[in-house]
């Protein structure tokens, strides 16, 4: 099961913070991922933590982001800093995989939460 909470609408310039529970008895030996959606445009790659702790951030975002992760809680966060409205979409978390090059997520995916920036 996968659950992704903290967002909502806020104002340009705001932060907010994502959390993600995964609920699988193996967290603490996978990676995770964080992904977006807008409308009309695939699911895109944000940022990836290793199981060391180690961010890889995607090429949207990448100095207003920092993700991090709490295996005891299997959960992952993702602080998104300086928000604008080009940021507003349905944001996902995954087990990454590469594919062709590419960052994408399993097969299952929760229902993602909601972040909307208003100018």
């Known amino acids: 099961q996968i659950v992704e909470t903290g967002g909502g609408t806020v104002q340009r310039g705001e932060s907010l913070n994502l959390s993600c529970v995964v609920n699988?008895?193996?967290?603490?030996?996978?990676?995770m991922a964080w992904f977006r959606q807008v409308p009309g445009k695939q699911r895109e790659f944000v940022a990836r933590?290793?199981?060391?702790?180690?961010?890889n951030y995607g090429p949207i975002m990448t100095r207003r982001l920092t993700i991090s992760r709490h295996d005891s809680k299997k959960t992952v966060y993702l602080r998104i800093r300086n928000l604008q409205p080009e940021d507003s979409g349905v944001y996902y978390c995954?087990?990454?995989?590469?594919?062709?090059?590419?960052?994408?997520?399993?097969?299952?995916w929760g229902q993602g939460t909601q972040v909307t920036v208003v100018a």
């Open positions: 995954n087990i990454p995989r590469l594919v062709n090059w590419q960052w994408e997520g399993g097969d299952y």
């Open positions: 699988i008895t193996d967290f603490q030996r996978r990676e």
């Open positions: 933590i290793t199981v060391s702790d180690s961010p």
